[in-house]
């Protein structure tokens, strides 16, 4: 009875364990973190209106996620919002002359930014800023100017 009994604790502390790991695993997945730091270099865009755009929301260069937003803050100079994108180091070739925009995952869905490399054969380094910018497109903005045109075309 008893070899069965150790049989039975022994077999819960591996689920307990497995549980555990799993635990740990999902969290570490969730939460985008990993152990292992790797190479990345900031630059900085400023934006007049960054809609619902989020820190650690995707950079990407033609669908491909090259990075993530690291900091959204008010430059007090002009009252833009300056958006500082934090680049994987495996993506040092971007020209200095590249645009960035403000897309969104289909119609409602979550902001991030797009990045068009330009044709310049000098690359973005740590602390650059991209002076080509579009502004995130406010849904209820675009409706309200669609109503007045209408508006106007019955008048």
Not at 115 to 130: A, S, V
Request: without cysteine; negative net charge.
């Amino acid at each position: 009875m008893t070899m069965e009994r150790k049989r039975i604790e022994t077999a819960v502390g591996f689920f307990l364990l497995a549980g555990i790991i799993a635990i740990v695993w999902l969290t570490i997945q969730v939460g985008n973190w990993s152990p292992i730091k790797s190479q990345n270099y900031e630059v900085i865009a400023n934006f007049d209106n960054i809609g619902g755009l989020a820190v650690r929301a995707p950079v990407t260069v033609a669908g491909v996620i090259v990075g993530e937003i690291s900091e959204i803050s008010l430059d007090m100079d002009d009252y833009s919002a300056k958006v500082t994108l934090r680049i994987d180091q495996r993506y040092s070739n971007l020209p200095i002359d590249t645009s960035a925009a403000i897309l969104t995952a289909g119609l409602l869905g979550a902001q991030y930014v797009g990045l068009d490399p330009g044709g310049e054969d000098h690359y973005l380094e740590e602390g650059d800023e991209i002076e080509i910018t579009q502004s995130a497109i406010v849904l209820e903005n675009l409706i309200g100017r669609i109503l007045i045109r209408t508006a106007e075309e019955k008048d």
